[in-house]
């Protein structure tokens, strides 16, 4: 199987992002793998979300995915390297969710009235763009997990914005690659259902996804941790 063909490439992304994260998992100071009892169920729950949610916009054709760089096999008109993207993207994520507890322990300290602005803030810019399915939708969502996040208090905030900025620095390699490095590319949007405000080849819009995804993986994953008394 040569992964450097061109309809292996979404797949070949997804396991250059996972290999990091995956091997250093079994290390002894992290033992990120002791933790995957309540890592998957955590994906499983965000991806009770997101999957439909997935499938409903690709009906719709808010996105779509590039022939020329995926493998062919569909479930539920997704390809298989997208459901993948639900779970090693989310894997990685949470994984540095770790690193950064472990060696960071004291995090960004933000006033929670700070998030709850910004969640109204996201809030009112998704309702103005209402017209356009990915902004709204994905808009409404994080400001509603920004502002559900919040009530759990500041530490867990503040560790989750943590996260999130750091993991931006990978989300923007990947995303980069997914959304405009090559010749076409693998994902694209229908520009009637976005703001057409880009960063680096990726739409605003994805940036919130981003972080809605990470939210609603850490949430249930910090919960489960708490009700375990795990560390």
Same mark, same amino acid.
């Given at each position: 199987m040569n992964l450097l063909k061109e309809n292996f490439l979404y797949l070949f992304i997804m396991i250059v992002s996972l290999s990091y994260?995956?091997?250093?998992?079994f290390e002894s100071r992290i033992n990120f793998v002791q933790k995957w009892k309540f890592l998957f169920p955590s994906i499983c729950f965000m991806m009770l979300i997101f999957i439909p949610w997935d499938i409903y916009f690709t009906s719709k054709s808010v996105w779509s995915f590039n022939e020329n760089y995926i493998l062919g096999y569909k479930l539920f008109l997704l390809p298989i390297e997208e459901w993948l993207f639900f779970i090693i993207i989310p894997?990685?994520?949470?994984? +540095?969710?770790?690193? =950064? *507890? @472990?060696?960071?322990?004291?995090?960004?300290?933000l006033n929670r009235k700070l998030y709850y602005f910004s969640s109204c803030l996201i809030l009112i810019i998704g309702l103005y763009f209402n017209s356009k399915l990915y902004t709204f939708y994905v808009l409404l969502l994080s400001s509603f997990l920004l502002f559900l996040s919040s009530l759990n208090g500041s530490l867990f905030v503040n560790n989750l914005i943590r996260t999130y900025l750091v993991s931006l620095f990978p989300f923007v390699l990947v995303n980069g690659l997914l959304t405009g490095s090559f010749n076409?590319? +693998?994902?694209? @949007?229908?520009? *009637?259902?976005?703001?057409?405000?880009?960063? =680096?080849?990726?739409?605003i819009e994805d940036f919130f996804y981003s972080f809605s995804m990470l939210a609603l993986t850490i949430l249930p994953y910090n919960y489960l941790k708490t009700k375990f008394n795990t560390s």
């Open positions: 994260p995956f091997i250093s998992s894997f990685c994520c949470v994984f +540095i969710h770790e690193v =950064l *507890d @472990y060696f960071f322990s004291n995090s960004i300290q076409s590319p +693998i994902v694209m @949007y229908n520009s *009637d259902e976005i703001m057409n405000c880009r960063l =680096l080849n990726i739409p």
